[in-house]
C-alpha cells in the first residue's frame, strides 16, 4: 500500500557561461554609477554578445538571461552616459555663449563711454 514517492524528473539547469556572469555583474556596476569611466558598459555589452553567441553555437551552456539582463543594463548606462554628455556639452556651449555676449557688451561700453544702460539691467 506504501508506495516509494516518483523519483524526480526535474533536470538540472545547464552551468551558466562565465561570460554571462561577467556581463551582469559588470551591467550592474556600470549602472549603478561606474558608466563615468565607460570601460564597465562597453566590456558588459561586449561579454553579453560573445556569451550569447557561445550559447547558440552550444546548447549545453546556460546563463543566457543573466547575459541578456547585462546587456540591457550595459547598453542603458551607455545611453544615460552620452545623455548626460550631451547636457554637459549644451550646458557649457550655453555658458561659453553668454560669457562671449556679456564681453561684447562690456567692451561696446568702453567704445561708448557716454551712452548709458548697454548692459540691460532685469
Given at each position: 500500500?506504501?508506495?516509494?514517492?516518483?523519483?524526480?524528473?526535474?533536470?538540472?539547469?545547464?552551468?551558466?557561461?562565465?561570460?554571462?556572469?561577467?556581463?551582469?555583474?559588470?551591467?550592474?556596476?556600470?549602472?549603478?554609477?561606474?558608466?563615468?569611466?565607460?570601460?564597465?558598459?562597453?566590456?558588459?555589452?561586449?561579454?553579453?554578445?560573445?556569451?550569447?553567441?557561445?550559447?547558440?553555437?552550444?546548447?549545453?551552456?546556460?546563463?543566457?538571461?543573466?547575459?541578456?539582463?547585462?546587456?540591457?543594463?550595459?547598453?542603458?548606462?551607455?545611453i544615460?552616459?552620452?545623455?548626460?554628455?550631451?547636457?554637459?556639452?549644451?550646458?557649457?556651449?550655453?555658458?561659453?555663449?553668454?560669457?562671449?555676449?556679456?564681453?561684447?557688451?562690456q567692451?561696446?561700453?568702453?567704445?561708448?563711454?557716454?551712452?548709458?544702460?548697454?548692459?540691460?539691467?532685469?
Amino acid at each position: 500500500m506504501n508506495q516509494p514517492p516518483p523519483p524526480h524528473s526535474h533536470q538540472a539547469a545547464p552551468p551558466a557561461c562565465g561570460l554571462s556572469i561577467a556581463s551582469l555583474v559588470l551591467g550592474i556596476i556600470s549602472f549603478m554609477g561606474g558608466a563615468v569611466l565607460l570601460i564597465p558598459p562597453l566590456l558588459a555589452v561586449i561579454f553579453g554578445h560573445i556569451s550569447l553567441s557561445k550559447m547558440k553555437a552550444d546548447s549545453a551552456i546556460g546563463g543566457k538571461g543573466l547575459a541578456i539582463t547585462g546587456l540591457i543594463l550595459g547598453y542603458l548606462a551607455i545611453i544615460c552616459l552620452l545623455g548626460f554628455l550631451a547636457i554637459f556639452i549644451g550646458f557649457a556651449a550655453l555658458a561659453g555663449s553668454s560669457m562671449t555676449e556679456l564681453q561684447d557688451l562690456q567692451e561696446l561700453e568702453q567704445i561708448l563711454p557716454g551712452e548709458e544702460n548697454l548692459i540691460p539691467v532685469d
